[in-house]
């Protein structure tokens, strides 16, 4: 069974910067397309960014894009997130999601990942 644990979160001020980890278990992240969702009090949860599987496809929400990167390492069995330039409105809870045979289609879709982190929560203040 997969695990995933998510570190990292914390209050920063806007224009901050924080990265977040998430670490995997019961698999390898060579295997698995990896995600960042967030979701802030009273919203939908909502896509950050992506990697497949394969390295193929790596893609970002337009809010967060040339602001945040997300990698893989595969030698440690984690994927982060480095957000920078931190706005208010990325406040949320952010959560890891795991995922065997995506396509590139569905790499933005919360329902086609099958396992889930508990989230960390991210407070940037104005």
């Known amino acids: 069974q997969v695990q995933l644990v998510e570190s990292g979160g914390g209050l920063v001020q806007a224009g901050g910067s924080l990265r977040l980890s998430c670490a995997v278990s019961g698999s390898t992240t060579r295997r698995l397309s990896m995600a960042w969702f967030r979701q802030a009090p009273g919203k939908e949860r909502e896509f950050v960014a992506a990697?497949?599987?394969?390295?193929?496809?790596?893609p970002y929400a337009d809010s967060v894009k040339d602001r945040f990167t997300m990698s893989r390492d595969n030698a440690k069995n984690t994927v982060n997130l480095q957000m920078n330039s931190l706005k208010p409105e990325d406040t949320a809870v952010y959560l890891c999601a795991a995922g065997s045979g995506l396509i590139t289609s569905t790499l933005r879709v919360a329902g086609a990942y099958a396992n889930w982190g508990q989230g960390t929560q991210v407070t940037v203040s104005s």
């Open positions: 990697i497949k599987w394969d390295g193929g496809s790596t």
